[in-house]
């Protein structure tokens, strides 16, 4: 088993001698995700969890030209060249520069790894080049490369992660625990969202009640409900991407007292989650641990972000 949240990073978005710095956090999954009856419907709910993404751009003034590494980074490498544009458009001077981006969260498993890069290379690239980064024109930015998860504000968001524009702010938990499973493989969030949704008009009417539940869940602080909305949520994306692992996922959830099943749905990753503050914590995540790996082998312990209110700014 490993617990893995690497080091706080010290600011969303710091400059130091000329060089941008950015960070973005993970998420595991999403408590929600599904389609809403009306207009440009599909939507997620966050779950933040303690990984990392941190960009740095050193920038060159009076050279076009953007580097990226690792150079896989290519989605970032498209924001970064972007934003140097909009520089130039201000001051008349060519700007390019070097941006590094370095991650502790798995490519391709659910885990808004794509996501966070992009938002701490926003971040990063506008620090070096004094080009404000307000979460609006970070996603009208976003829009034009992804679907992207909320990861851009410090909270539990609903948010339209096709079409890149915050739904409403939930709020706040108290810190929980996922005990986590990876199927194997990766997906790709751009293919991903080119499925057809098979959700009936009932389905939508269903998400919809489930994303009232868990606005109010997240308001009283009630983790048993929001574990009853995110099994239910995992269980009704069993229609577009199946994961073999939910079922027994579900019974050692019941099992070890958790509170349930968050799963990525558009990735490769489920997960028990358990109140940290339980006093039979210890011994919930060690059975949980244990039983988890006997089924898939690795497991990764995570620990979900709690903000402070007020966190959000625009």
């Known amino acids: 088993m490993s617990q893995e949240a690497g080091p706080r990073p010290r600011a969303a978005g710091a400059r130091s001698a000329g060089i941008g710095v950015g960070t973005a956090f993970g998420t595991f999954g999403e408590l929600l995700q599904g389609v809403l009856p009306e207009e440009d419907g599909d939507f997620l709910v966050t779950l933040p969890v303690a990984r ?9 003034p009076g050279v076009g030209e953007v580097l990226v590494r690792p150079d896989r980074k290519t989605k970032a490498l498209q924001l970064a060249r972007t934003i ?11 700007v390019g520069g070097t941006l590094r981006v370095n991650s502790v969260i798995p490519e391709g498993k659910g885990l808004a790894s794509s996501s966070a890069d992009l938002v701490a ?36 968001v609903a948010f339209h992660h096709r079409t890149v524009r915050l739904r409403g702010i939930l709020g706040s938990l108290p810190v929980m625990a996922v005990v986590g499973i990876d199927e194997g493989g990766s997906v790709d969030t751009v293919d991903f969202n080119r499925i057809p949704k098979p959700f009936t008009l009932a389905d939508r009417h269903e998400y919809a009640r489930l994303l009232d539940r868990l606005a109010c869940a997240v308001r009283r602080r009630d983790l048993a409900e929001v574990g009853r909305v995110a099994t239910r949520s995992a269980q009704m994306n069993q229609l577009l991407r199946h994961k073999r692992s939910l079922e027994p996922m579900r019974e050692i959830c019941r ?5 349930g099943v968050a799963v990525a749905h558009s990735g490769t990753t489920l997960g028990i989650l358990l109140d940290t503050a339980d006093p039979s914590y210890t011994q919930r995540v060690s059975a949980a641990a244990q039983a988890c790996g006997e089924l898939a082998g690795g497991v990764t312990v995570y620990r979900t ?10």
């Open 121 to 156: 290379t926003a971040r990063a690239v506008g620090q070096a080049l004094d080009v404000a980064m307000p979460p609006s024109r970070v996603e009208r930015l976003l829009a034009d490369i992804e679907p992207t998860d909320g990861v851009l504000y410090p909270a539990i």
């Open 84 to 94: 140097c544009e909009l520089a130039e458009l201000r001051t008349g001077v060519p």
């Open 52 to 60: 990392w993404t941190m960009a740095t751009f050193r920038p060159e």
């Open 305 to 314: 972000l709690s903000f402070p209110a007020g966190a959000v700014r625009s």
């Open 255 to 259: 099992e070890v007292g958790g509170l």
